[in-house]
């Protein structure tokens, strides 16, 4: 489940933008908290920190005795300048999830379906055909419901974060007609998932378009000279501060790539602090994590060192579990959305991107490092995707993919890391300079979930293993 330091933003946002946007107006009262927590399936504290945050930006207010109450007032021009300015500098992210959301989140739905075993399928298929009463559109509930079944916190966290970005779901009316319940008398999976595929398209690209009419018509009274566009960020929830598991990332990815070698020693605490330009106390939190994952070894007086012989992780350290809770649930959204992604990445970039991500791979198979090809291909997306909802994904995902490399270390012991991966690599690379992009992208795909399913298998036999212990 997403964490609940982030997940109170679902509620604040969606009753924001209902109030800031004249949905709910001045007297009105909102829900009871526990009709909230049942809307959106959190705490009762974590609906109060979100109404705290309303409250605090005069927007409700709130009596412990009664339902909390919209004190906001605004005329309906008012309403109107409020949407344009949330709308208009996220116009071109809000239409360009029409294709990133067939490539990121349709391969995510099309999975949740298919995991439901018949018990749930069954009660998954009665939500469709009867609907309650819910906070945000049916679409996006019909949506979470699928996602669900992966039991991937990430993926779910990835879902909230676009349904926040462009906010459209939170403007249905009580008395608007949503889309209609799934009243097909077949229920065979693939139908459903057809069918979920059809609401989304009707659902989102004509709200789209009422959207772009709204600019077109209201822009220049807010904005003359157009709106300088905001894209989409993710905020990955976690326990800790975001700023250690980056550095974390970067190291390890450092190390992969040769910036430091087995046997070094990592440069001093203020000159760390210096390079990555992070205070001395991050340094330290971030070396007494990567000491965890047997990655390092800090010495008093000398240093710390990148180990030759990966040791074991510590897994009863809070950051350690969620670190590899994040590399699991990464690793298998890349390995569900690879496929697709890199096929669009390919089929948009020039021939000279072409062959240099080509040379890429010829290099790094001469060098006998075929490891590197996970970092060289995402980082590739990243860079090159025409998809920037994608790039900022695929950036997210590569930085958490990296507190893999030590466990794939300690996994294979002796046995050489670039043995483990050559041979599909090859296949792979021959696939890329022939240019067939499907190839390439299917045997990207065929290695990911071989992966992920391997991975997931080991890293929690230890992870219940250390528990035990």
């Known amino acids: 489940m997403l964490l609940e330091s982030g997940i109170y933003r679902l509620v604040y946002e969606y009753y924001e933008t209902r109030i800031l946007f004249g949905y709910n107006r001045y007297g009105d009262h909102l829900p009871s908290i526990s009709r909230i927590c049942d809307m959106f399936q959190m705490a009762p504290a ?11 930006k005069g927007l409700i207010q709130v009596d412990a005795r009664k339902t909390a109450k919209v004190i906001y007032k605004s005329s309906p021009a008012g309403f109107r300048k409020n ?15 029409c294709e990133s959301g067939r490539l990121l989140l349709e391969p995510l739905w099309e999975e949740g379906v298919r995991r439901w075993d018949e018990k749930n399928w069954q009660w ?12 945000v559109s049916l679409p996006v509930e019909f949506y979470y419901l699928a996602l669900l079944s992966l039991d991937n916190g990430l993926a779910l966290n990835f879902y909230w974060e676009v349904i926040g970005y462009i906010r459209l779901p939170y403007l249905v009316n009580k008395d608007e007609k949503e ?3 799934y009243t097909s008398t077949g229920s065979r999976r693939e139908n459903v998932v057809i069918w ?16 772009k009419t709204f600019l077109r018509k209201n822009e220049k009274t807010v904005f003359p000279k157009g709106a300088e566009q905001l894209p989409f960020h993710w905020n990955v929830y976690r326990q800790r501060p975001q700023l250690c598991y980056t550095m974390v990332s970067l190291i390890i990815r450092e190390i992969n790539l040769g910036v430091y070698t087995a046997g070094s020693y990592l440069p001093s605490l203020p000159k760390m602090a210096e390079i990555y330009e992070v205070s001395v106390s991050t340094v330290r939190r971030t070396l007494s994590i990567l000491n965890s994952l047997g990655l390092t070894e800090s010495y008093h007086g000398k240093g710390t060192q990148i180990c030759t012989t990966v040791r074991s992780m510590d897994f009863s350290r809070t950051e350690i579990r969620e670190g590899m809770r994040l590399y699991l649930e990464s690793l298998e959204v890349l390995a569900l959305t690879i496929r697709r992604i890199s096929f669009y990445t390919l089929e948009h970039i020039c021939e000279d991107e072409r062959r240099r991500l080509e040379e890429e791979f010829v290099k ?15 980082f590739f997306i990243e860079e090159k995707c025409p998809l920037s909802i994608v790039r900022e994904c695929y950036g997210k995902i590569r930085e958490m993919l990296a507190w893999g490399y030590p466990f794939t270390l300690h996994r294979l012991k002796a046995r ?21 992009y499907m190839a390439f992208a299917e045997k990207w795909e065929s290695l990911l979930k071989h992966e992920e399913k391997m991975m997931k298998s080991r890293l929690s036999n230890d992870m219940a293993a250390a528990e035990k212990e």
């Open 196 to 211: 979920l595929h059809e609401q989304f398209a009707d659902f989102y690209c004509e709200a789209v378009q009422e959207i």
């Open 124 to 135: 998954f298929m009665n939500k469709l055909m009867a609907p309650s009463a819910n906070a």
């Open 416 to 436: 050489s890391l670039h043995d483990e991966y050559k041979e599909r690599i090859q296949k792979a690379a021959e696939d890329l300079h022939q240019k067939n």
């Open 46 to 56: 974590t609906v109060r920190n979100a109404l705290s945050v309303l409250e605090k």
């Open 83 to 97: 949407a344009m300015k949330y709308f208009a500098p996220r116009e071109a992210g809000i239409q360009e999830l």
């Open 179 to 181: 889309i209609m319940p």
């Open 364 to 378: 790094m198979l001469r060098e006998g490092k075929s490891y590197r090809s996970f970092e060289i291909c995402l």
